[in-house]
């Protein structure tokens, strides 16, 4: 069973930077999306961004809410993905999840329908 471990999380005031690690216990598929969400408190999970397999063609893609401020990568050579956040703001606020699904090819910030994900991180960004 493939496990997705986030860490990273923390406390930081507002404008400030954080970077989210997120460790995949085992890559078992050749192409694949991964991405990264958050749900805060009494709001509805958001895909804030996605990014595919090595050798993809397509570039990361983000959410409106992160597009400039946030920066996903991956190192695939150690079952690595991060998500690089600067500029924070308060209503960045949320518990920050990793997922991976199979597949590749068209991983948008808003697919929703990984079949892996981690237990999350929480930020807390104060004003």
């Known amino acids: 069973q493939v496990q997705l471990t986030e860490s990273g999380g923390g406390s930081v005031q507002s404008g400030g930077s954080l970077k989210l690690s997120c460790e995949v216990s085992?890559?078992?598929?050749?192409?694949?999306?991964m991405g990264w969400f958050r749900q805060a408190p009494g709001k509805e999970r958001e895909g804030i961004a996605g990014?595919?397999?090595?050798?993809?063609?397509?570039?990361?893609d983000y959410a409106d809410s992160v597009n400039g401020r946030f920066m996903i990568s991956r190192d695939s050579a150690n079952n690595m993905l991060y998500l690089q956040m600067n500029n924070l703001k308060p209503e960045d606020t949320a518990m920050y999840y990793c997922?991976?699904?199979?597949?590749?090819?068209?991983?948008?910030?808003?697919?929703?329908?990984?079949?892996?994900w981690g237990q999350g991180t929480q930020v807390t960004v104060s004003s």
């Open positions: 997922a991976l699904d199979p597949g590749g090819g068209y991983c948008p910030a808003g697919k929703d329908d990984y079949r892996h």
């Open positions: 085992e890559m078992i598929y050749s192409s694949y999306c």
């Open positions: 990014i595919d397999s090595p050798g993809s063609p397509s570039a990361a």
